[in-house]
């Protein structure tokens, strides 16, 4: 490390009396920055409880083009006046101390390394960086006690002296892709939630309750609607013993009525039908569990809300037998080890991530399906990734293949011969399309899950034959951001060396080219990750692969199949920082 950049990373320098912004006034593009450019603003002064902060490192992320997309309209941004009060953008991002408060001198100093969460929670309140407070496409910005002390203590995590800074700001989607794989579903009825039992039109009437019940504590409510006279028997006297209290409704009607606000935490769907689910399935609330015990009445497709799946982490699973507490068996997450993978939609950056994932992992899959509709993306994964195929290759077939070209059932076909015809254990939604999963959900195994990753809009219904549910056993799930845990954990990951995030980075510009860099991922111009450099303004938005002719002592440096890494960040910051 040059002296310079060595300086740079701890905190050196005289700090400027301006510094540059993208603010963003409103819906579209053009309301970003004045007159296509950044703004210079004076650089704000830390009170006794806040830092000053400098953004080293930004990754543009999709969710920046949907606040853009839909200014204030954005459910983030409901009430705010964009032009007067503008948004600055960038969630992903690396950042160093540079002044400190009076007041936080015994915690913080010059040069302090951190990341950032960007689901920021303060007295209840979301504040999410990039979107209610500023985000990372400006130079630098104030920390105060919001982040510092917020409901889940302080939203930054150090970093490590030799981690990269892009490796930093990539660190918060690489943790959403971690959390897809470390979600935890409920293993029996909510404590102090609500529950419906409702029986359909092909109940077994041998139906028994076995344990749904926690040890930690009972739910607070249990409606039953129509249940057989045994049942309703048993449920009642393991209610009354755990205090919950139980009330008995006449009909399916009685339960809607025409209240459809969702507020059951455990809907327990016995002989449903089709018809009986769609009525139904709108009243879970969020975090809720839907447990179909037995398969009789569910021949033909249900409408399943696969929006909800992913923003409201609701959990489909079932039961062939006649007993309720089979329903709540554990639920696997993580994909299986040495099984098949189907990651459909794979061409883009949280794709790409999925793939490196399973790639790396201590045991991955032995087949990896990827997936797009168009090949001249997707042929470029094989192509980026070569070297960890290549050292996969003895336990792992990797196999491409686009949907454009052929017809759907030989689309299907093609994947479903990948795994001699025995189905996916694991497929991954990273397409925001209905018709995919609906395309897709007929391939999995027996115990198979999907994974619903794209954010697909609450109300987008996939027509799915359930009966796979509880006959198959397989399970639909769904993720939506991270946890602060998680984003700790995706960072311990990287400074071990187990991933790297680096090898998501297709593109790097200066501050200046964030407009530019938006667009191109607005319109999916770049199979990988952009990262802005905010401290050098000038730099054009160039793909890796360019730099050998506009900074070659950089692109020497770059890894295996032109890829980023902390020494070419090193080599770019010596060449570009003023």
Aim: proline fraction near 7%; hydrophobic fraction near 45%.
């Amino acid at each position: 490390m040059t002296n310079k950049v060595a300086g740079y990373q701890r905190g050196e320098g005289t700090l400027p009396d301006r510094h540059w912004l993208w603010p963003l006034y409103g819906q579209g593009l053009d309301a970003l920055g004045r007159d296509g450019a950044p703004i210079e603003v004076p650089l704000p002064v830390p009170a006794a409880d806040q830092l000053l902060v400098r953004h080293d490192a930004v990754g543009l992320c999709f969710s920046d083009t949907k606040v853009i997309a839909a200014g204030e309209s954005h459910p983030r941004l409901l009430g705010r006046d964009m032009k007067q009060n503008p948004v600055v953008l960038g969630h992903e991002v690396a950042l160093t101390v540079v002044a400190v408060g009076a007041h936080l001198a015994d915690r913080y100093r010059p040069g302090d390394r951190f990341i950032m969460q960007a689901d920021i929670y303060y007295r209840g309140v979301g504040l999410a960086y990039g979107y209610a407070l500023q985000g990372g496409l400006s130079q630098y910005n104030l920390v105060g006690e919001e982040i510092l002390n917020g409901d889940e203590g302080c939203y930054l995590i150090p970093m490590a002296d030799a981690t990269g800074y892009a490796q930093g700001a990539l660190t918060e989607p690489w943790a959403c892709v971690v959390a897809a794989y470390r979600i935890v579903y409920r293993k029996a009825w909510k404590p102090g939630g609500t529950v419906a039992v409702v029986a359909g039109p092909a109940v077994d009437p041998d139906t028994v309750l076995g344990d749904p019940f926690d040890p930690a504590g009972a739910p607070a409510q249990v409606l039953m609607v129509g249940l057989p006279a045994g049942l309703r028997a048993e449920l009642e006297a393991a209610a009354t013993a755990r205090g919950s209290n139980l009330t008995a409704l006449d009909s399916l009607e009685a339960l809607v009525g025409t209240d459809v606000t969702p507020r059951f935490d455990d809907l327990v769907l016995l002989g449903a039908d089709a018809e009986m689910y769609a009525r139904l399935e709108p009243l879970a609330a969020k975090g809720a569990l839907i447990a179909l015990v037995g398969a009789a009445g569910l021949a033909g497709p249900a409408p399943v809300d696969v929006g909800r799946l992913h923003y409201d982490g609701l959990g489909l699973m079932g039961t062939a037998s006649a007993e309720i507490g089979a329903a709540y068996a554990p639920i696997r997450t993580e994909f299986q080890p040495g099984g098949c993978m189907a990651l459909v939609g794979a061409a883009g950056p949280m794709g790409q991530m999925h793939f490196q994932r399973a790639l790396q992992a201590p045991v991955p899959p032995r087949v990896i399906a990827a997936t797009s509709r168009v090949m001249d993306r997707l042929h470029l994964l094989p192509a980026k990734y070569a070297s960890l195929i290549d050292a996969r290759s003895d336990v792992t077939r990797v196999l491409t293949l686009a949907s454009t070209g052929i017809s759907p059932e030989a689309f299907v076909t093609a994947l479903c011969n990948a795994t001699d015809g025995k189905g996916y254990d694991d497929v991954v939604i990273l397409a925001p399309s209905a018709g995919v999963v609906e395309q897709t959900y007929p391939l999995l195994a027996p115990g198979g899950v999907m994974n619903i990753f794209a954010g697909l809009p609450r109300g987008t219904r996939a027509m799915l034959d359930l009966t796979a549910v509880v006959s198959k056993g397989v399970r639909l799930i769904g993720s939506s951001g991270s946890l602060i845990d998680d984003l700790r954990h995706m960072l311990e990951v990287t400074e071990r060396g187990a991933l790297d995030p680096n090898l998501s980075v297709v593109a790097v510009a200066g501050l200046n080219a964030a407009k530019e860099g938006l667009a191109g991922v607005m319109h999916s111009q770049y199979p990988g990750k952009v990262v802005i450099y905010p401290q050098v303004l000038a730099f054009p938005l160039t793909r890796l692969s360019d730099l050998a002719q506009s900074l070659p002592s950089v692109y020497a440096k770059l890894g295996p199949n032109e890829s980023w890494t902390v020494e070419a960040e090193r080599a770019f910051l010596e060449e570009l920082l003023p």
